[in-house]
């Protein structure tokens, strides 16, 4: 398979998953070539496109969505995926609506005709001393809504990363190749009960 990683990142972390990510790939011997959003890479010709971002001001940081916005007619041709690299990965209700965990990927996923058939968060790694000031402040009032100080700590871990990629992989076999234009229909008929048994089956 030939896959596009394509990202941005704030503070290293997003670049360091996605790394990790085209590694995994490569030693399942598929063809992984990876960009920043800044570089503006094309996703046209590609099998599965996996994007990358931090999370900022509660969604996927703007780089990547200004990205989709330009290139959204040929990512509905491409099956997709994402991973979001966050330091509120359970999530809340607050005040009524929805705030972190999953959530944060909704404008994502709306950006689409045909969304990423899957999707989910990486913990982060936060360091108040490599801050810009706007962001330590930001940050500081972020945690106390938590009742939390702000200080170094890092959710980061390589088997949620590992684990991403499997179950693409997965997905990817099962139904997220027809997540595309022309073929989503084909997706509804997937049989997930099924599956699961054979899967009991295999893993005994």
């Known amino acids: 398979m ?120 990486i913990g982060g790694e936060i360091d108040p001393e490599k801050m810009s000031d706007e962001d330590r402040m930001k940050m500081r009032r972020f945690y106390a809504v938590l009742g939390e100080k702000l200080e170094k700590k890092s959710l980061f871990s390589e088997k949620d990363v590992e684990a991403f990629v499997r179950r693409t992989l997965l997905y990817y076999e099962w139904f997220g190749k027809h997540f595309k234009r022309g073929e989503v229909e084909k997706a509804k008929d997937f049989e997930f009960m099924g599956k699961v048994r054979e899967l009991e089956r295999l893993i005994g």
């Open 2 to 121: 030939r896959i596009l990683i394509v990202y941005t990142t704030r503070y290293g972390m997003t670049e360091r998953a996605s790394e990790l990510v085209k590694m995994l790939f490569e030693d399942r011997g598929h063809k992984v070539d990876v960009s920043r959003v800044e570089e503006d890479p094309s996703p046209s010709g590609y099998d599965l496109v996996i994007m990358g971002a931090p999370v900022y001001r509660d969604g996927p940081h703007w780089g990547l969505m200004e990205w989709i916005k330009r290139h959204r007619g040929e990512l509905e041709e491409v099956p997709k995926v994402f991973f979001l690299v966050a330091m509120h990965l359970a999530g809340s209700a607050f005040m009524g609506k929805l705030h972190g965990g999953i959530a944060y990927a909704q404008s994502l996923l709306d950006a689409f005709e045909v969304p990423p058939f899957y999707g989910t968060l």
